[in-house]
């Protein structure tokens, strides 16, 4: 390349075009986080007037020609003494207020995949506590009753009693447990049934007996 293209002026002009998306972004956030008004400018004035809107340099606004954007760099505050100067603050709050410190800290939450109830391995130990429980909502002893695999609720499968509606309780439940999808473990026959709306499916058992096979109708009343 020529000494014409790359002169000291045109490589001013095209750091100041790099850098004038962030500088954009960087007061947009400015305007939302502190109410820093917004102020047009015109085009050959941008760079300089976002750099002093941004604190940048403290000069006001002029031609971003006879701007250097090098300029930007010379923070009245040095760099370190001022990281510093955060450490300092931090360590104070955290002396006088503990529990606000905590919300300072990044956190980096451990996401566990999505599971089911975990069931025992003894169907005996599920039918035997929740085969005579009564129902939260209607206070008697449901005639299909059903465990969401989902967060654990005890419902009624299809009892007219805890109907709204005309919509079973288990469907309900379903609407804002699983966005209209329900797994439920049907208590009195070990079967899991799977409910989206008005529709279901049995997807079978997940315990089997001696013999190796799935063990439903397991109703000791």
């Known amino acids: 390349l020529s000494s014409s293209v790359w002169s000291p002026q045109s490589i001013e002009f095209s750091l100041q075009q790099f850098c004038l998306p962030f500088l954009r972004l960087s007061c947009l956030l400015q305007h939302h986080l502190y109410g820093d008004n917004l102020t047009g400018c015109l085009e050959e004035e941008e760079f300089s007037s976002l750099a002093v809107c941004l604190g940048l340099i403290p000069s006001a606004p002029q031609p971003s020609n006879t701007v250097n954007s090098a300029s930007c760099l010379e923070w009245a505050v040095n760099a370190f003494d001022l990281v510093t100067q955060w450490c300092a603050e931090v360590t104070g709050l955290s002396q006088m ?82 966005a209209a999808t329900g797994i439920f473990l049907l208590i009195n026959a070990s079967v899991i049934i799977i409910i989206r709306g008005h529709r279901f499916c049995l997807w079978g058992s997940v315990y089997l007996d001696a013999h190796g096979e799935e063990d439903r109708d397991d109703d000791d009343d």
């Not at 035997?128 to 695999?149: E, F, I, N, W």
């Open 97 to 178: 207020q503990a529990e606000q410190s905590l919300t300072l800290l990044v956190q980096d939450p451990q996401w566990a995949a999505p599971r089911l109830l975990q069931l025992p391995d003894n169907y005996n130990i599920i039918f035997q506590y929740y085969h005579r429980k009564a129902c939260t909502a209607c206070k008697k002893v449901p005639k299909d009753p059903a465990l969401c695999l989902v967060c654990g609720a005890f419902v009624c499968l299809k009892g007219p009693c805890c109907k709204q509606q005309g919509i079973c309780e288990c469907v309900l439940h379903s609407q804002h447990c699983g």
